[in-house]
């Protein structure tokens, strides 16, 4: 998946997760990378592009939010991308709420909206160009 086909901009945050996968496995993992529609993280074991498996983030009460989630592809020694599956608006909102703290967190600027489209390369924009 390039760039352009996700649907939600994605952060560069180390954000805790748990990652329970089809076997049974328990791993504790980062998200390297979060939108509200899904993340990338390090964790690659014995999951595979098409596999469903469960991630669990601590929220910032926490209390762990449940995704249900599906490998979208597998680079080999490097990690996975995740697609978060059935997600609520509810589970999506508190998805932000945690990109949000991290933000803080981390001392970047918390105006952004995790519900906005990404920005397009501006190669691939249609527009007329100058």
């Not at 996700?6 to 560069?12: A, D, G």
């Amino acid at each position: 998946m390039s760039l352009n086909q996700r649907q939600h901009t994605r952060f560069s945050l180390d954000v805790p997760a748990t990652i329970y996968n089809k076997f049974g496995e328990v791993q504790e993992t980062l998200l390297q990378q979060i939108s509200i529609g899904g993340c990338f993280t390090d964790w690659e074991e014995n999951i595979y592009a098409g596999d469903e498996f469960r991630i669990e983030i601590e929220l910032p009460n926490k209390n762990r939010l449940p995704l249900s989630c599906k490998a979208i592809y597998r680079f080999e020694n490097t990690g996975i991308g995740v697609k978060f599956t059935d997600i609520s608006q509810f589970e999506q909102e508190l998805v932000s709420k945690i990109i949000s703290e991290c933000l803080v967190r981390e001392g970047l600027p918390i105006h952004v909206d995790p519900f906005r489209q990404p920005s397009k390369f501006i190669e691939d924009d249609d527009s007329p160009q100058i």
